[in-house]
Nanobody, 126 residues
Framework: DVQLQASGGGLVQPGGSLRLSCAGS????????MAWVRQAPGQGPDYVSF????????RYTDSVKGRFTISRDSAKNTLYLQMNNLKPDDTAVYFC???????????????????WGQGTELTVSS
């Protein structure tokens, strides 16, 4: 079974940095594109970032461009999200996801095309 476990969340002051991790198991990590979404209280999930199976194609939603960096380490079966210059609007539960098809590059993001794991909570507040 596909298992995804996000970690690394916490309480950070505005302007601070944090790195989220997502450990994947139950599948061959290097074969799949991955993504991050976030869900603020009372809202639905919002797309944050995408990375293809090789790590060479990275995409971001406009609100995090220049502040967040997605990366992956296939040797460790781990996906990362480095978040810098954090803002209160970044407060949310962050979820990592695995694209359902191996060796594929989706043309755009569709939430239902991914398996999602348990999230990790980030609070940005002074």
């Amino acid at each position: 079974d596909v298992q995804l476990q996000a970690s690394g969340g916490g309480l950070v002051q505005p302007g601070g940095s944090l790195r989220l991790s997502c450990a994947g198991s139950g599948f061959t990590f290097e074969e799949y594109a991955m993504a991050w979404v976030r869900q603020a209280p009372g809202q639905g999930p919002d797309y944050v970032s995408f990375i293809d199976s090789s790590g060479s194609i990275r995409r971001y939603t406009d609100s995090v461009k220049g502040r967040f960096t997605i990366s992956r380490d296939s040797a460790k079966n781990t996906l990362y999200l480095q978040m810098n210059n954090l803002k209160p609007d970044d407060t949310a539960v962050y979820f990592c996801g695995r694209y359902k098809r191996s060796w594929s590059l989706p043309p755009s993001f569709k939430y239902e095309s991914y398996y999602w794991g348990q999230g990790t909570e980030l609070t940005v507040s002074s």
